[in-house]
């Protein structure tokens, strides 16, 4: 492809972007300034092949600056669609909004922004997880599990998806479940004291005091 068409693309690709930025609620005389920085990058110094790319959005991923950063993971998936990787990064970038939303008591927003970014890549848990924890937070404990379970479908030894899907088991009172989850996290990653409390306060209201004990002789070793 000459220039001159890699020109027109990459003006049509920022000119999309731009339009995304806008759409999500970015102001449009940001979203001008961070198109325009890019094309600056790309017409003016040359940025125009998958790792200096992707190491720009990397870069601004690190800043803090996620919109711009999606927009050169963008560039990059656009120019290089076999790269397995981008759908990643852009899927994090999704996840880290929605949490920021989250936070921010945009639990619409954020929703929205989970589902995105497990959209976008659906091998990513992490998204998953997110999704998991909101609701927990909620006490919606039924959508929380159905969420750590999908995380777990992708990946079985997922660890956040075992912690996070342990603890919110306790909190609904789902024994069994809690014990079983915590039993695997420690077989796989050893003890943790996260999951030693699980599995202690899970014992304690089952009654079996013995199991108690000895858990927390882990938690607390003699001297």
């Not at 306790?170 to 004291?193: E, M, P, T």
């Not at 030693?196 to 882990?218: I, Q, T």
């Amino acid at each position: 492809m000459s220039w001159s068409l890699k020109r027109r693309f990459l003006l049509t690709s920022l000119a999309v972007s731009a339009a995304a930025l806008i759409a999500a609620g970015t102001p449009e005389k940001q979203a001008k300034m961070r198109v325009g920085q890019i094309w600056q990058w790309i017409y003016h110094w040359g940025v125009r092949d998958f790792m200096a790319m992707t190491n720009l959005g990397c870069l601004y991923e690190l800043k803090g600056d996620l919109d711009t950063s999606r927009i050169w993971f963008e560039q990059s998936l656009k120019s290089y669609p076999e790269q397995p990787i981008i759908p990643t990064n852009i899927s994090n970038i999704l996840n880290k909004k929605g949490s920021q939303a989250e936070v921010a008591g945009e639990q619409d927003e954020a929703k929205r922004l989970y589902q995105e970014s497990a959209a976008y890549d659906k091998r990513n848990t992490a998204p998953l997880n997110s999704l998991g924890l909101m609701y927990a937070r909620r006490q919606a404990y039924d959508s929380a599990f159905f969420y750590f379970n999908a995380a777990l479908a992708i990946n079985g030894e997922d660890r956040s998806a075992l912690e996070n899907f342990a603890v919110s088991s306790f909190l609904a009172k789902d024994y069994d479940q809690a014990i079983r989850l915590a039993q695997k996290h420690v077989l796989l990653y050893g003890n943790s004291r996260s999951m030693l409390g699980v599995l202690s306060d899970c014992y304690y209201a089952k009654g079996n005091y013995e199991e108690v004990m000895r858990l927390r002789k882990l938690l607390v070793p003699d001297k």
